[in-house]
């Protein structure tokens, strides 16, 4: 899949309160290397993101440039479906901004090259919240960063603004 990113999930999501010797411990008294290849690895189709205010909250439109990862995409989402939602900007490898959508419903719905996120709250100061989180995003992605979008905690997809 040439439209494909490899990306670690330690990069997205943290160490998880891991001590920062714990892993090479843990190789130690295995016996196993300290660090197999690909672990915590994740493939996920690589996208062109765009993030807008709507009524009620923000879509983020995600489309893939060839079918095999816009399908995968969608299929993706279909068996993430009612899983929270979560946004991740990063830049070099460091986080710069983390929106989790715990305070809004997520809709899914299909589109012919991807998938469009509709994430809305029907009270007034999490819309407000909400659409922050959109104005955030959208400045870190002009600025430069990726965007990697996870269902679940499960990354979906990741890119930048077209």
Request: a neutral charge; aromatic letters at 0%; one cysteine or more.
């Amino acid at each position: 899949m040439s439209s494909a990113m490899m990306m670690d999930r330690g990069m997205m999501m943290g160490n998880m309160g891991m001590p920062s010797g714990m892993p090479s411990m843990m190789g130690q008294m295995s016996g196993m290397p300290s660090m197999m290849p690909n672990m915590g690895m994740a493939m996920m189709p690589r996208c062109t993101m765009k993030m807008e205010k709507c009524s009620g909250g923000m879509k983020v439109m995600c489309t893939c440039d060839d079918e095999m990862a816009a399908a995968t995409l969608q299929n993706m989402c279909k068996m993430m479906a009612g899983g929270m939602m979560s946004m991740c900007c990063m830049m070099n490898g460091m986080v710069m901004c983390q929106c989790n959508m715990a305070m809004c419903k997520c809709e899914c719905s299909m589109m012919k090259d991807g998938v469009c996120m509709t994430c809305t709250c029907g009270d007034k100061a999490m819309c407000d919240m909400l659409q922050a989180c959109c104005d955030c995003m959208c400045m870190c992605m002009k600025a430069g960063c990726m965007c990697c979008m996870m269902m679940g905690g499960m990354p979906m997809c990741c890119g930048c603004c077209c």
